[in-house]
């Protein structure tokens, strides 16, 4: 059974930075694209970033480029997404995918004062 | 503000069938397969459509999906109260080189 487990969201000041992380099992993560998608609360899906198998080729949103940083290690079967100066309008429950049939259950990121 | 266009809402009384539009251009729905999405409340998203008109293992034969030049829709037949839920659409946009979720439809069981 595929399982994503996303961790490392809560509450951080503007300006500030967060790693998120998603584990993963169930299946050879070294073979797959990854991605994160966000929801602020209340709103639509918003694609984030993805990551290719290999962790070479990857693509962000131009609302998060130069912000956010997505990479992967296959050995721990864990993808990450590096959040740095922080915003309000990236409070959000961040979710990693597997392209694109399973999702994680999501973990919230608020960013206020 | 998303390049795939939905409606905001649709509506049915149970055994009904409800049409979601997807509308979008040649750089994406165009040039690109098409995934659809169910999150019901409070949960993650669920892969509902793949590849414009497959269904994964599990999904009922009641949700079907089909694509038109630079638009999708999905179709649920013999509407059923468990399907009240927010439904999107997603592409890959060779403009924006990035992936491109719609703008969303809440579907409402009358």
């Known amino acids: 059974e595929v399982q994503l487990l996303e961790s490392g969201g809560g509450l951080v000041q503007p300006g500030g930075s967060l790693r998120l992380s998603c584990a993963a099992s169930?299946?050879?993560?070294?073979?797959?694209?990854m991605s994160w998608v966000r929801q602020a609360p209340g709103k639509g899906l918003e694609w984030v970033a993805s990551?290719?198998?290999?962790?070479?080729?990857?693509h962000y949103a131009d609302s998060v480029k130069g912000q956010f940083t997505i990479s992967r290690d296959n050995s721990k079967n864990t993808l990450y997404l590096q959040m740095n100066s922080l915003r309000a309008e990236d409070t959000a429950v961040y979710y990693c995918?597997?392209?694109?049939?399973?999702w994680g259950q999501g973990t919230l990121v608020t960013v206020s004062s | 503000q998303s390049v795939l266009t939905q409606p905001p809402s649709a509506s049915g009384t149970p055994g009904q069938r409800v049409t979601i539009a997807c509308s979008g251009s040649?750089?994406?729905?165009?040039?690109?397969?098409v995934n659809w999405y169910q999150q019901l409340p409070g949960t993650a998203p669920k892969l509902l459509i793949y590849n414009n008109n497959q269904r994964p293992s599990g999904v009922p034969d009641r949700f079907s999906g089909s694509k038109s030049g630079t638009s999708a829709s999905l179709a649920i037949s013999g509407l059923q109260s468990e399907d009240e839920a927010d439904y999107y659409c997603a592409t890959w946009d060779g403009s924006l080189n990035g992936h491109v979720f719609g703008t969303g439809t809440k579907v409402t069981v009358l």
């Open positions: 990551i290719g198998w290999s962790g070479v080729n990857k």
């Open positions: 995918a597997k392209h694109w049939a399973d």
């Open positions: 040649n750089s994406n729905i165009g040039s690109n397969i």
């Open positions: 169930g299946f050879t993560f070294g073979t797959y694209d």
